[in-house]
């Protein structure tokens, strides 16, 4: 059963920086996608940036040039660097990885004050 672990949310003031990581354990097959979605409160989920096994990632408009994906060398880790955010970046960030099927984390709070 694959089991994806999320860790690096937590309170920041605006303008502040947090790492975001996820795992997909239980696995000894590579995820062909991986990525970070959020979702605001009354707000639906969203795309914040993915990226392919072979490197290629995309980003929401909303975090082009401040957000940053990598995948580890595992290939089954993805990591998320935020940096300058606002308080529009206040949500749940959930860990998404597709092979064959898709899994999803159990969410992490990211909360920007301003």
């Known amino acids: 059963q694959v089991r994806m672990v999320e860790s690096g949310g937590g309170l920041v003031q605006a303008g502040g920086s947090l790492r975001l990581s996820c795992t997909a354990s239980a696995t000894i097959f590579s995820m062909n996608v991986m990525g970070w979605y959020r979702q605001a409160p009354g707000k639906v989920r969203e795309l914040v940036a993915s990226i392919t096994a072979d490197g290629s990632t995309n980003y929401g408009d909303s975090v082009k040039g401040r957000f940053t994906i990598s995948r580890g060398n595992d290939k089954n880790t993805v990591y998320l660097q935020m940096n300058s955010l606002t308080p529009e970046d206040t949500g749940v960030y959930y860990c998404?990885?597709?092979?064959?099927?898709?899994?999803w984390g159990q969410g992490t709070q990211v909360t920007v004050s301003s």
């Open positions: 998404k990885a597709v092979r064959a099927v898709t899994y």
